[in-house]
């Protein structure tokens, strides 16, 4: 692994972290990934990493509503 990783990959579902492919020891770590989403803003994902390329997946997915809406 070079001193400069080429992609970070955090999937915070799996509580993993990817460093360019290899599994990395994020739990011996102080600070986890965190996303902070706050009212009328861009999220931001922490990661004191620096990398070329660093992807977040969420811990939550958001699914299409397939029930009709009932009228009352």
Do not use: H, N
Request: proline share 10%; glycine share 6%; aromatic share 6%.
């Amino acid at each position: 692994m070079a001193l400069c990783p080429k992609r970070i990959e955090v999937d915070a579902r799996r509580g993993r972290v990817l460093v360019d492919g290899l599994i990395f020891p994020y739990p011996l770590a102080d600070r986890q990934p965190y996303p902070e989403v706050g009212r009328d803003d861009l999220g931001i994902v922490w990661v004191p990493l620096i990398a070329d390329e660093i992807v977040f997946r969420a811990g939550v997915e958001v699914s299409q509503c397939t029930a009709k809406p009932r009228l009352r």
